[in-house]
């Protein structure tokens, strides 16, 4: 099956300075992307994603950028603020077909900490 | 105002209890997840359902039981063969399984602590 690393585990920034986070993924078949943000105590909530057709995305602040032949994806946050500071997850995902089941396999997930 | 609400947020039992979690939504999407979430590690799937009266097992489905009688709601159940039930448990819902994107959101989660 599918096998989805993420790193760094941890990440600490200044405020201001950018931050990148990636992961690699094994199943060349993956074609969905997501990033999730998870606030302590609350649940993942989904801040990007992108799909295998295009290299990269942006919005705002944050972007993602994909390198189908390497199967890598790598998630970048510019002018870093404290509400930054989160749990971050990648995961991905193969399209389902019929009834076939488009499973989300997740990253360990990395700990942004972004200081004043 | 639509998304995906768990009960309790947290919850403590018995070793030996069996002890039912909450997940409603009202996004009217037809697909709906459970996932277990420990300290320093990413989310594992349990148990998923596509539409009501069916669903299928995940990655870590032993000790636990769902059930989907309606398209809004899919309980969890952590029974006592569940042997390290302490964690984190997320609900997450999709338009569907994925035929298009399997874009999932996420509730707030319930934290179980077993004593």
């Known amino acids: 099956g599918e096998n989805v690393e993420q790193h760094p585990s941890t990440l600490s920034v200044q405020e201001g300075d950018s931050a990148v986070i990636k992961c690699t993924y094994s199943?060349?078949?993956?074609?969905?992307f997501p990033w999730y943000k998870q606030e302590l105590g609350k649940g993942p909530q989904l801040i990007i994603d992108?799909?295998?057709?295009?290299g990269e995305k942006k919005d705002q602040r944050i972007a993602v950028t994909l390198n189908k032949t390497a199967k890598h994806f790598s998630l970048h946050i510019t002018e870093t603020q404290p509400e930054d500071s989160a749990v971050y997850f990648c995961?991905?995902?193969?399209?389902?077909?019929?009834?076939?089941?488009?499973?989300?396999?997740f990253g360990q997930g990395t700990i942004l900490t972004v200081h004043p | 105002d639509g998304g995906i609400t768990q009960s309790p947020k947290y919850l403590f039992r018995k070793e030996g209890q069996n002890v039912t979690l909450s997940c409603e939504q009202n996004l009217n999407h037809d697909a709906m997840y459970w996932y277990r979430q420990d300290p320093g590690q990413g989310l594992r799937l349990i148990y998923y359902s596509q539409i009501v009266n069916d669903f299928q097992k995940g990655d870590i489905a032993e000790g636990y039981s769902v059930s989907r009688e309606k398209k809004e709601s899919f309980p969890l159940t952590v029974t006592s063969a569940q042997k390290n039930p302490t964690a984190f448990y997320l609900c997450?819902?999709?338009?569907?399984?994925?035929?298009?994107?399997?874009?999932?959101?996420f509730g707030p989660g319930t934290r179980l602590t077993v004593l």
């Open positions: 199943d060349s078949a993956s074609n969905y």
């Open positions: 997450a819902s999709s338009i569907d399984l994925g035929l298009r994107y399997n874009e999932q959101f």
């Open positions: 992108i799909r295998s057709n295009v």
């Open positions: 995961a991905a995902s193969i399209r389902a077909g019929g009834t076939s089941y488009g499973k989300l396999t």
